[in-house]
T-cell receptor, first 115, second 114 residues
Framework: KQEVTQIPAALSVPEGENLVLNCSFTDSAIYNLQWFRQDPGKGLTSLLL?????REQTSGRLNASLDKSSGRSTLYIAASQPGDSATYLCAVSRGADQAGTALIFGKGTTLSVSS | EAQVTQNPRYLITVTGKKLTVTCSQN?????MSWYRQDPGLGLRQIYY???????DKGDVPEGYKVSRKEKRNFPLILESPSPNQTSLYFC?????????????FGSGTRLTVV
């Protein structure tokens, strides 16, 4: 059964720091991995999608990497800002040998950036 | 604008009173899913649909029903809500090509059952 773990659960940094959020998964047979942002009580906003054949994706100050063989992904945030404060969720799609179309989510990393 | 629309955003109801949460997407996506989010448990799939008239159970389907009569709509039905169904619910959709395209989520429905 696929399990997704995110470390750390919470992170507090001063504005301007570069930071890394970690995501690990137990089954490497995935279609893709998606990073989401969730503001308190709000919906999920997709940040980056990494296809199973890709190693990384970049969008602005965000860079996500994927190492399927080791079951790991990292989300790198450059020059953090207070507006980056939110919970970041990592999700993998089910592998080809599993029924369903679900995303399996980690429990998230709650980031707080102070000014 | 491409989006998944859920209604209502907030709902307080009493135990046993049937309710429906609507979900609609305008992207012509084949796949649609419902998730619930609970503190400490994260997001878990309730039901999913691979296309019109094709639905199946997710990880936590007990107490819920769904239907997919049209491609764009995927309502979530609680026939007899109970307090343990108090949660934040999300609808999501994705195209058939899940490898290259990710999921789009709605803004959520916060349900309280008293």
């Amino acid at each position: 059964k696929q399990e997704v773990t995110q470390i750390p659960a919470a992170l507090s940094v001063p504005e301007g720091e570069n930071l890394v959020l970690n995501c690990s998964f137990t089954d490497s047979a995935i279609y893709n991995l998606q990073w989401f942002r969730q503001d308190p009580g709000k919906g999920l906003t997709s940040l980056l999608l990494i296809q199973s054949s890709q190693r990384e994706q970049t969008s602005g100050r965000l860079n996500a990497s994927l190492d399927k063989s080791s079951g790991r992904s990292t989300l790198y945030i450059a020059a953090s800002q207070p507006g980056d404060s939110a919970t970041y969720l990592c999700a993998v799609s089910r592998g080809a040998d599993q029924a369903g179309t679900a995303l399996i989510f980690g429990k998230g990393t709650t980031l707080s950036v102070s000014s | 604008e491409a989006q998944v629309t859920q209604n209502p955003r907030y709902l307080i109801t009493v135990t046993g009173k049937k309710l429906t949460v609507t979900c609609s997407q305008n992207m012509n996506h084949e796949y649609m899913s419902w998730y619930r989010q609970d503190p400490g448990l994260g997001l878990r799939q309730i039901y999913y649909s691979m296309n019109v008239e094709v639905t199946d159970k997710g990880d936590v389907p007990e107490g819920y029903k769904v239907s997919r009569k049209e491609k764009r709509n995927f309502p979530l039905i609680l026939e007899s809500p109970s307090p343990n169904q108090t949660s934040l619910y999300f609808c999501a959709s994705s195209p058939r090509d899940r490898t290259n395209y990710g999921y789009t989520f709605g803004s959520g429905t916060r349900l309280t059952v008293v």
